[in-house]
C-alpha cells in the first residue's frame, strides 16, 4: 500500500483503500472532497433516506428509503452526516460478505486472504463486514450495523476494531430489516471504545415508531 494521508491527502488514501477493501455499495464521496470530516457509515439493511437499501442482495437493487431510521436521523440532528451504505451478507445473515450482490469487502489487515489468520479461516472469515473494513482501513470513525448473535462483534474483532451491542431496547430498530426483530438491535462498529460510548450516547432512547424502545434513569446515562 503507497497511498498514505500525509503524502497523497484523505480522498487518495480513501479512493486506493475502498479500491481494496470494496467496503462500500453506495458512497457520497462529496464528502470527502469537501473536507467533511463529520460523516459516518451506515450497514446496506438500516435505512438512509435518499439512499439505495438493497441489504446485499439483487432482489431489492434499486429500492431507495424514503425515510431513515431513528439511529441515522439522531445523528444527523447532531451533525453526522451519513457517507455511504457498508457492504452486508445478504439480508444479514452472517459476519461476512461473500453472499453479497456487490461481491465480498476484505479485511484490511488480511487483503482477504484467510490463509493469513488460521482463527478466521477456522471461523469462515475470508471476507468481512463493509462497515468493520471501513473503519479498521481508516475510513470512518466509527459505523452502524446490526448485531443479533454476535455477528458485528465478531466481525469487528477479526478487523482489529471496537464492536458493541446495545441492549435490546437502548437503540430504536426503526429503520432496521431485521434478521430476528426480538434478538438483533442496531450496533456499533468504532476505531476505539470511547467513539462507540460517544455515538451510544447520541442514538439511545425512546422512539415512538418502536415499542421495544425505551428511555433509562440518569444513573443509566452515558456519561
Known amino acids: 500500500m503507497t497511498r498514505t494521508v500525509l503524502k497523497d491527502g484523505f480522498l487518495a488514501y480513501f479512493d486506493a483503500q475502498e479500491a481494496r477493501i470494496n467496503a462500500f455499495c453506495t458512497l457520497d ?9 463529520a460523516f459516518f457509515a451506515v450497514k446496506d439493511n438500516i435505512a438512509v433516506k435518499g439512499m439505495e437499501m438493497s441489504s446485499g442482495s439483487e432482489m ?14 439522531k445523528l444527523e440532528a447532531a451533525g ?14 452472517g459476519s461476512g460478505t461473500d453472499s453479497s450482490v456487490f461481491g465480498p469487502s476484505h479485511n484490511p489487515w488480511l487483503l482477504g486472504d484467510a490463509s493469513a489468520n488460521p482463527v478466521a479461516a477456522e471461523c469462515g ?9 471501513a473503519v479498521a482501513a481508516g475510513l470512518v470513525p466509527f459505523a452502524l450495523g446490526s448485531d443479533s448473535g454476535g455477528s458485528l462483534r465478531r466481525a469487528a474483532a477479526f478487523c482489529g476494531v471496537s464492536g458493541f451491542k446495545p441492549t435490546q431496547g437502548s437503540v430504536s ?3 432496521l430489516s431485521a434478521m ?5 438491535t442496531i450496533a456499533i462498529i468504532s476505531a476505539g471504545s470511547a467513539i ?10 425512546h422512539d415512538p415508531m418502536n415499542m421495544q424502545s425505551m428511555n433509562w434513569p440518569e444513573s443509566a446515562q452515558a456519561g
Open 29 to 37: 464521496k462529496s464528502l470527502v472532497e469537501n473536507g467533511n470530516s
Open 60 to 73: 431489492l437493487r434499486g429500492f431507495v428509503s424514503p425515510y431513515s431510521a431513528h439511529a441515522v436521523q
Open 80 to 93: 453526522y452526516k451519513v457517507i455511504g451504505k457498508t457492504n452486508t451478507e445478504e439480508f444479514g445473515l
Open 125 to 133: 472469515m475470508p471476507s468481512a463486514d463493509g462497515g468493520a473494513a
Open 173 to 175: 430498530g426503526y429503520g
Open 180 to 184: 430476528a426483530s426480538s434478538m438483533e
Open 196 to 205: 462507540a460510548k460517544e455515538v451510544f450516547g447520541l442514538v439511545r432512547g
